[in-house]
């Protein structure tokens, strides 16, 4: 558990990276535990100074294990976040011991369970808000791949391109090997502009291993980050677009690799339960020191 006293903010920033056990693996995230005294724009300059792809900032409810939490990037407050809220939850299990506890985000409630395992690593689990998926216009689906890089043969025709959404938009690109997938050298400007007239927060791209195995890549230019290390946002998101397309059983769990390609690995667990429409994505969190 880190402070940054060369702030010229007074809140304590904390950071950690989520879906790892080490510090160089995984997502990192800013965790500011006590917001109550910063407005929005401190808050966005904490999230700019830190330059972590987000930044979470909470302020504590009436009940035990209530939190009002906001999620900024370097360039914009974002709606929902998943890395910096297994962090957040992470820092808070730390300091209170294994607990549930009750986001409220833009996006809506997020329950989190935070439990330790038999070697006491700290796991923390996210419910999403209630999904839902939608067509991808095909001139959208061609500026994407334009924007990529990306030839459409390139593409895996069993997982058509679509906009899902757990919290905060993606758009869907399924890549037909992992050579495709590992060479990811985007138009930052164009990939940007389309995301910004779609209100995407990552395009999710992902690549089938076998039935319940996928790597996955998100660029995030909209944030100013040009790609997301370990995406629980985008992991829930398409847990739903892989249930809701039938590319998996809807009761089932999902493993995702993602950060592989950047140097921080990363493992994500989502969770689908065919009596719940949500999705739950798990994983630990460790503070950088």
């Not at 906001?70 to 360039?75: A, E, G, I, T, V």
């Not at 398409?238 to 921080?264: I, N």
């Amino acid at each position: 558990m880190t402070t940054d006293p060369a702030s010229p903010l007074t809140a304590e920033i904390l950071r950690y990276t989520a879906f790892s056990t080490t510090p160089a693996g995984g997502n990192p995230a800013g965790v500011v535990l006590d917001a109550s005294a910063l407005d929005d724009p401190e808050m966005l300059a904490v999230a700019a100074e830190l330059g972590y792809s987000e930044t979470a900032f909470l302020t504590a409810g009436r009940a035990p294990g209530a939190y009002r939490v906001r999620y900024f990037s370097p360039k914009a407050e974002v709606p929902f976040c998943g890395h910096a809220t297994v962090a957040t939850a992470v820092a808070l299990g730390e300091r209170l011991g294994p607990l549930d506890l009750t986001f409220e985000t833009n996006a809506g409630t997020v329950p989190v369970n935070v439990a330790a395992s038999p070697d006491g690593t700290l796991r923390a689990t996210l419910t999403s808000v209630e999904p839902h998926t939608e067509a991808a216009e095909p001139q959208d689906v061609e500026e994407a791949l334009a924007a990529l890089n990306w030839p459409a043969g390139d593409l895996d025709p069993a997982i058509a391109p679509r906009i899902a959404y757990a919290g905060a938009r993606h758009l869907v690109l399924a890549a037909a090997t992992r050579a495709r997938l590992a060479d990811l050298d985007y138009d930052f400007v164009r990939l940007r502009t389309l995301m910004e007239r779609l209100d995407l927060t990552t395009v999710q791209l992902v690549h089938r291993v076998s039935d319940t195995v996928f790597h996955v890549r998100d660029p995030f230019p909209v944030g100013g980050v040009v790609e997301d290390a370990a995406t629980g946002a985008a992991a829930a998101a398409f847990g739903a677009y892989a249930r809701e397309l039938g590319l998996v059983p809807a009761e089932s769990t999902l493993t995702l690799h993602q950060g592989e390609d950047m140097g921080r690995p990363g493992t994500l667990t989502v969770t689908l339960r065919a009596d719940d429409p949500r999705v739950q994505v798990s994983g630990t969190a460790v503070a950088i020191s």
